[in-house]
């Protein structure tokens, strides 16, 4: 009796709603992907995380100003692409979440801490997650830079760089590159990755994650802020869901902030080839 009533009152709510109609008698999607690309660093005593502030439907634009980035704890930021929906409300759950523990605690959540909070929280959603792809950046206990990425199920990873997104296939090799270059001192380097593997073969005991390598890039604050500007415009060249301009948060130490630089500019200066 109770499924027969759920189903005349779904074929009379679909014969009055135009927007039900619209998709055959049946509820809209529950997901839509409104674009967005995240990108994102850790340094030695740094992270900078970056998101487009263009919200497209489809191929049309709804705003070129909405903000993907959101400051859960001081200096702990999270950005996230994908449904907007979801994204409004997985961010106003970890700012609630986040300021009630502050305030039952008397100290704010860590960086760490927020990433475990993220990761169980889109766990409890995993009947229907949320369709959002995340990522968070801030410092560690040690003052090192830390960014984390995570699926939609909560599993999440400590990473030197990131990209997700849109044009994640085409920013996160350029993010990579700059990790990897032995000019630019990075620690991403042979001998280090060796160091991890060779752990494997060795007898005996082995602790594979001690030798490592650090999860962190050793470029200047202002080289990874050109890179991620730089990955940003040639992603934009390619995806016409990225553009009008970048917003970018940068935490050093105990002071944070953010920004908005435009990332247009090599569109109009690059055009495209006639064949």
Do not use: M
């Not at 759920?6 to 409104?34: D, K």
């Amino acid at each position: 009796v109770i499924l027969a009533y759920i189903g005349l009152a779904s074929a009379s709510l679909s014969a009055h709603n135009p927007v039900l109609r619209l998709h055959g008698g049946s509820a809209p999607p529950f997901y839509e992907n409104n674009g967005g690309t995240v990108l994102a660093l850790a340094g030695d005593d740094y992270a900078v995380l970056a998101a487009d502030r263009r919200l497209s439907q489809g191929y049309g634009i709804l705003t070129a100003k909405t903000s993907r980035l959101w400051e859960v704890s001081p200096g702990v930021w999270v950005a996230i692409a994908g449904c907007h929906a979801d994204a409004l409300g997985l961010s106003a759950l970890l700012e609630h979440t986040a300021e009630e523990y502050r305030q039952t605690q008397c100290r704010p959540l860590t960086t760490e801490a927020t990433a475990r909070l993220l990761s169980s929280v889109l766990y409890g959603r995993r009947g229907r997650p949320y369709y959002c792809f995340c990522v968070l950046a801030g410092l560690d206990r040690k003052g090192r830079g830390a960014v984390f990425t995570f699926d939609a199920v909560g599993s999440f990873e400590r990473v030197g760089c990131a990209a997700v997104g849109g044009s994640q296939a085409i920013a996160l090799p350029i993010l990579d590159d700059l990790i990897a270059d032995p000019h630019s001192a990075g620690v991403w380097g042979d001998e280090a990755g060796e160091t991890y593997f060779q752990s494997w073969d060795e007898g005996g005991y082995s602790d594979p994650t001690s030798a490592r390598p650090p999860r962190s890039c050793r470029l200047s604050i202002d080289a990874a802020l050109v890179g991620i500007k730089d990955a940003a415009r040639a992603a934009a060249e390619l995806d016409i869901r990225l553009g009008d301009s970048l917003q970018i948060a940068t935490v050093v130490g105990s002071s944070a902030h953010d920004e908005s630089v435009g990332i247009s500019k090599c569109i109009a200066d690059c055009p495209l080839k006639s064949h």
